[in-house]
C-alpha cells in the first residue's frame, strides 16, 4: 500500500522502467571499488574522487566521448566564468 501511487503511476504512463538496472549498472564501478578507495588520504579527497566519479559517469550515460569531455572542459575551467559553470556539465547536446 505504501507504493501505490508509485504503481498506479507506472501502470498509467506506460513508459517507466520497471527498474533501475541502468543506474544499478551505472554505479557497480563506484561500489566495487569502494574497498580500494576507502583510504583516499582525507575526507575532502574522498568526496573530490566522489564528484569526479558523478561527472564521468554522466558523461557516460549521455554518450559523450570521456577523454574529448574531460579534455575541453580541463581546457576551457582556467578562464570559464564561475557564474556560467554549469555550461560545462556532461549533457548530452541539444539537438
Known sequence: MKCWVALTRYAET???????????NCIRPIALGKKNELFTGSERAGQRA???????????????????WLKDTLEKLPTWPNSRIDELLPFAPAD
Open 14 to 24: 506506460g513508459d517507466l522502467p520497471i527498474d533501475n538496472n541502468p543506474a544499478e
Open 50 to 68: 566522489a564528484v569526479i566519479q558523478a561527472l564521468l559517469s554522466t558523461a557516460k550515460l549521455n554518450g559523450l566521448d570521456l577523454s574529448a
